[in-house]
Structure formats: C-alpha cells, structure tokens
C-alpha cells in the first residue's frame, strides 16, 4: 500500500551530499517538498533540478525546505550539482538523498518491492522514480504528482499548489480551480452561514454550497 494524503511519512535515515540525517529531522516545523528522479546526469532532470535552484528564494518565502532523491551516489550527486549550477545559473543548494538501495523509491511507492537496480542501469530501470511530495510539518503527506518520463514538471504549478495548502490549513478554507494568491476561497460547507458571517465577514453565495470570500487578514 503506497502513502495517501494524510499518511505521516516514513522516518527513514538518508545519506545525501549534504551529510545523513533522518526524514523528519529534515522537515522539523517547515513544509517540505521531496523530488525524485530516475537518475543523476539525465536531461530532463537538470533542468527540473535548475528550475529548483532558481526558486530559492520563492521556498523560503514559503518557509519550505526541498530536498531531492536520485538513485545514484553522493559522489555523483556532487558532480551532478556543478551541471545543475551551470543550467540554473545559480547554486543548488538544496541536498540529494543517495537512494542506491531503493529505500525511499519503495518506502514512497515510487518503485515495486520487487524492484532492483541491475548492473549497467539505465534511467529506464527506475523509470517510475519520478514524483513529487509536499509534506506538511506535521510530518503528514499533503499532496503528491506523479510525471512520465518525457514531460518536465511545471514548478509554477507547484508552488501554486504549495500556496493553496498553506492558505487552507492557516484559514480553514478551500481553494477553487486554477486558484492564485490573492483571489477569493471557498467556504467549506461544514461551515454554517451564520459561523462563515461570523469568521469571514460577507461572502458570496454563488450556489447554496458554493460560497466565496476574501482570505481573512
């Protein structure tokens, strides 16, 4: 059975080019996101991990931390890095875990029990390592996306998905489609109307189940 939203995530030690530690001591009270890739030194993974790079700023603003998985050493995640930088254009600074032994890979339902790195690997032997986690500092998975080999992942699209979390669990709200910071939320309908008057001030009943307000604050 893989993680589902809400599961707390394995506490499993991991070695990365920044030194071991466990999963939940890396988390501590922040959001984190966790990146996996198939494999170090792959086209379409130093541009995802680039675009990472560039974003250091937009995740501490988010006071989210990032961490990245690949099934190569630390030593080539080292290497790795100089190419990473070299795309970003700026540093990486951000650790990789070593999941040689394919820990974390199954532990996140990455890849099958079974699976196993033959001699000679290729990227296509982890193939399915290949996701995305967002892990609340209650240490619970929040939001997961799992991308094909061939597509590279949309980082606008995860911080906008990392924005409407945080704002849901800080105002006990919901978030509409292709919802961005700044535009209004949904009541959930556990709420009463006169409980919504109460906390939100006015909103709009768009349908009887359907109300929209302002973020409070």
């Not at 606008?156 to 489609?177: C, F, H, M, S």
Request: hydrophobic share 40%.
């Amino acid at each position: 059975m893989g993680l589902r939203i809400n599961d707390t995530i394995p506490d499993l030690n991991v070695e990365t080019d920044h030194g071991s530690f466990s999963l939940h001591e890396f988390v501590g009270d922040n959001w984190a996101i966790l990146f996996s890739h198939p494999k170090d030194f792959t086209p379409v993974c130093t541009t995802e991990f680039g675009a990472v790079a560039r974003l250091s700023e937009e995740w501490e603003k988010r006071g989210t931390k990032v961490i990245g998985v690949s099934v190569d050493g630390v030593e080539e995640h080292k290497k790795w890095k100089g190419d990473i930088e070299k795309v970003a254009g700026t540093e990486a600074g951000f650790p990789i875990i070593a999941d040689a032994g394919l820990e974390v890979s199954k532990a996140f339902d990455m890849l099958p029990a079974e699976a196993y790195l033959p001699d000679g690997r290729t990227p296509n032997d982890s193939a399915t390592v290949r996701a995305v986690f967002i892990i609340g500092p209650d240490k619970q998975l929040k939001l997961s996306m799992t991308y094909p080999m061939n597509v590279g992942r949309n980082f606008a699209e995860i911080l906008r998905a990392l924005d409407g979390l945080q704002t849901a669990a800080k105002n006990g709200v919901a978030t509409p489609a292709d919802w961005q910071v700044g535009e209004d939320v949904i009541i959930p309908p556990t709420v009463s109307d006169e409980d919504a008057k109460a906390k939100f001030g006015d909103f709009d009943a768009v349908l009887p189940y359907l109300r929209k307000t302002k973020v409070p604050g």
